[in-house]
């Protein structure tokens, strides 16, 4: 069982920055791939980046790449979201998600274990 909690989300100025963070339980977090999702209102989840176990294979979405940065520090048991020129269209709930395998996916039914979610906001 994994346990996750997002924090870094907040207001910010198109153009701006942010850095989400995952906070994960248990001991065995070195052996789950991460993925981070988001969900704007009215639209279904979808996938913004993930990582493997070790960090050496990295996906992103085609909206996000260029921009936003996925990283981990497995003694920290943290996953982070790095997220740089933001759109007034990045807005939306953004969640983080783990997969018990070490190759990362890009569908939310990849994902056995999901956090409560950290509201992204970016004004024009």
């Known amino acids: 069982q994994v346990q996750l909690v997002e924090s870094g989300g907040g207001l910010v100025q198109a153009g701006g920055s942010l850095r989400l963070s995952c906070a994960a339980s248990g001991r065995t977090f070195s052996s789950y791939a991460m993925g981070w999702f988001r969900q704007a209102p009215g639209k279904e989840r979808e996938f913004v980046a993930a990582?493997?176990?070790?960090?050496?294979?990295?996906y992103y979405s085609d909206a996000v790449k260029g921009r936003f940065t996925i990283s981990r520090d497995n003694a920290k048991n943290t996953v982070y979201l790095q997220m740089d020129s933001l759109k007034p269209e990045d807005t939306a709930v953004y969640y983080c998600?783990?997969?018990?395998?070490?190759?990362?996916?890009?569908?939310?039914?990849?994902?056995?274990?999901w956090g409560q979610g950290t509201q992204v906001t970016v004004s024009s």
């Open positions: 990582i493997s176990w070790r960090g050496g294979i990295k």
């Open positions: 998600a783990a997969r018990p395998t070490t190759v990362p996916g890009t569908k939310t039914y990849e994902y056995n274990y």
